[in-house]
């Protein structure tokens, strides 16, 4: 089945460590997206790629970095520069041209 | 920001009695999408409506759009316990395809 596959569900980060959230897709999708959800909020535009080895900042990218080698990847990296890591990351697909999403399951990051 | 907000926050309804959340937004669009989330997990798309359009249904969902409110309502009818979950708009940008999600209503379908 067609789908993004997000790993890991769940990590643990200490301060002034960095980490990688990865997101995979086999849908064929031109464009990968990264949200990031607080509790009771809605998503958060992080960074957005409309194709292989382009990508563009979002609304809070500060902190943040991706890179698009391939078509299937868009993984997303929390550096030690983000000061509120803590949250619900989502990671989404779309064919580029107007329609819907499809999301990930989600990356749960917490920050001891 | 030019996010949507959702319209209440939280609803409690009982099973089979119908379900109704609001969207408004700020700015003009070329469209509105209706997303679905269940505790911790991804969102699931609903239904897209233009701005062409008035009125758009799927089942049990019926979604308007009034743009010279800007605003958009999302009806589900005879609501289940499976309907539990938050439900989110999201709106266009002007650049790409890219969306503003409104802050969301939480829905519990009380069996």
């Known amino acids: 089945d067609g789908g993004i596959t997000q790993s890991p569900k769940y990590l643990f980060r200490k301060e002034g460590q960095n980490v990688t959230l990865s997101c995979e897709q086999n849908?064929?999708?031109?464009?990968m997206y990264w949200y990031r959800q607080d509790p009771g909020q809605g998503l958060r535009l992080i960074y957005y790629?409309?194709?292989?080895?382009?990508?563009q900042k979002g609304d809070i990218a500060e902190g943040y970095s991706v890179s698009r080698e391939k078509k299937e990847s868009f993984p997303l990296t929390v550096t030690s520069a983000q000061k509120n890591p803590t949250a619900f990351y989502l990671c989404?697909?779309?064919?580029?041209?107007?329609?819907?999403?499809?999301f990930g399951e989600g990356s749960r990051l917490t920050v001891l | 920001s030019q996010q949507g907000e959702e319209d209440p926050q939280a609803l409690s309804i009982q099973e089979g009695e119908n379900a109704t959340m609001n969207c408004s937004y700020k700015t003009s669009i070329n469209n509105l999408q209706w997303y679905r989330q269940n505790s911790g997990r991804g969102l699931v798309h609903l239904i897209l409506?233009?701005?062409?359009?008035r009125e758009k249904h799927s089942g049990r969902l019926r979604v308007t759009l009034d743009t010279s409110k800007k605003s958009s309502s999302l009806l589900i009818t005879a609501s289940r316990a499976a309907d539990t979950a938050s439900y989110f708009c999201?709106?266009?940008?002007?650049?790409?395809?890219?969306?503003?999600f409104g802050t969301g209503t939480s829905l519990t379908v009380i069996p």
């Open positions: 790629s409309q194709i292989v080895n382009d990508f």
């Open positions: 999201a709106t266009d940008r002007t650049t790409g395809n890219q969306f503003y």
């Open positions: 849908l064929n999708h031109d464009a």
């Open positions: 409506i233009r701005s062409n359009e």
């Open positions: 989404a697909s779309d064919t580029g041209e107007v329609g819907e999403l499809f």
